[in-house]
């Protein structure tokens, strides 16, 4: 079964054992009334459970319920057919003042039948030459408004001043004012500059996230040809199915996939509603990505360092013990799948580099957007 834990908040006067029932039923088999058709399969073995449900500590009104689900319920190698159905309809639920998805256990035979990061950690590493330490990178800013040529020279400032790679921010798509293959071109030109003047392997996230699949796989495959070793994607705003539609052919292709969480927080940030990222994480494991966007714990964006640690561990990690201390309320087994890591990204500058390196490990991104171009603008002031 795949196991589900929910954060549930009850309407006045609905009991807990009857708020996780409903969500049981509304996200499987239920619907609001007796209809003929069910005596023509069987709903015990297709239905949810609730097989536990637990108060949560310090918190009035608030129960984990836990659910599980049958694996006949899903499609193979789809996350989008998984959260339909978990998490499709039932948040609109009237019993439910509120509803949390906290995390997710994902059976090993139901992840055997993902393909997962293109790559994972330790190709990429090999990809790179660069072992021993974080990987290191910058988001061009500002990230909108400059002329592709502008863009590229920027990329090749940061490329030959040390960093591993550049960015192209969640919002760079193909603008009037920037169009993505001037931007593509552009940027492999200062890439190969770079490489040339350091004698390093370089590169820039080209970010293929387009109106539709065929755009965006047309836009991967122009990255491929000017030889560009890693492409990007914003998976929720694009979606699971061109996700994982990206990474099959980042994989056949020879390419690392990047990905960014531009709308997460509208998903994750509410303590009693929506979804925690590290269910997001999970669901982005499965349908592939190189690295992901993990929030910093001490930078602008909001992060709890033990929660923030307990994502990370399951993006990296082939198997991680359950420990509700760090968030994590199933053991995991990744049977195998390659690793992604995490990016460090937001308001961060070099004096957090400590700080990072000891939350982070050496498996990780280190991203310094305003940080490093900031740093630029003073080293010319002084020259």
């Known amino acids: 079964d795949i196991l589900a834990a929910f954060r549930v908040t009850p309407q006045p006067g609905?009991?807990?054992e009857e708020a996780g029932a409903a969500v049981a039923a509304e996200s499987s088999t239920g619907t609001w009334t007796t209809v003929w058709t069910d005596g023509l399969t069987s709903l015990d073995r297709y239905k949810g459970r609730c097989y536990d449900i637990d108060p949560v500590p310090g918190e009035d009104n608030q129960y984990i319920a836990y659910v599980a689900y049958p694996l006949d319920l899903f499609e193979e190698g789809s996350v989008t057919n998984m959260f339909t159905s978990i998490v499709g309809n039932v948040f609109g639920f009237k019993a439910l003042r509120a509803l949390r998805l906290e995390d997710l256990r994902i059976p090993t035979c139901y992840t055997k039948t993902?393909?997962?990061?293109?790559?994972?950690?330790?190709v990429e590493r090999d990809k790179w030459n660069k072992y021993g330490r974080p990987l290191l990178g910058c988001t061009i800013k500002p990230k909108l408004g400059l002329s592709a040529k502008n863009y590229g020279r920027a990329v090749y400032e940061c490329l030959r001043g040390g960093l591993d790679f550049t960015k192209d921010d969640e919002n760079v798509n193909s603008q009037p004012f920037m169009r993505w293959r001037d931007r593509f071109l552009f940027c492999a030109e200062a890439i190969y500059k770079a490489q040339a003047e350091t004698g390093e392997i370089k590169g820039h996230y080209l970010n293929a996230t387009a109106g539709t699949c065929e755009d965006m796989i047309k836009r991967a495959q122009c990255a491929r040809e000017l030889g560009a070793p890693i492409v990007m994607h914003d998976y929720l705003t694009g979606g699971f199915t061109a996700n994982t539609s990206l990474a099959h052919y980042c994989r056949d292709n020879g390419l690392l996939l990047h990905i960014h969480r531009a709308m997460h927080a509208v998903i994750d940030r509410q303590k009693n509603h929506g979804m925690h990222f590290r269910v997001l994480a999970k669901a982005l494991r499965m349908s592939g990505g190189d690295h992901i966007h993990a929030g910093t714990?001490?930078?602008?964006l909001e992060g709890e360092r033990e929660m923030t640690l307990g994502f990370v561990d399951s993006l990296r990690d082939d198997y991680i013990e359950q420990d509700e201390s760090r968030?994590?309320?199933?053991?995991?087994?990744?049977?195998?799948?390659?690793g992604v890591l995490p990016v460090a990204s937001g308001g961060i500058h070099v004096w957090h580099m400590p700080a990072l390196t000891e939350i982070f490990g050496d498996d990780s991104v280190l991203q310094f957007g305003g940080g490093t171009l900031v740093a630029k603008c003073i080293a010319s002031a002084e020259i």
């Open 327 to 338: 968030g994590i309320f199933f053991t995991q087994d990744w049977v195998s799948m390659p």
């Open 14 to 16: 609905v009991p807990p």
């Open 297 to 300: 714990v001490v930078g602008k």
């Open 114 to 122: 993902f393909q997962g990061p293109p790559h994972g950690i330790q």
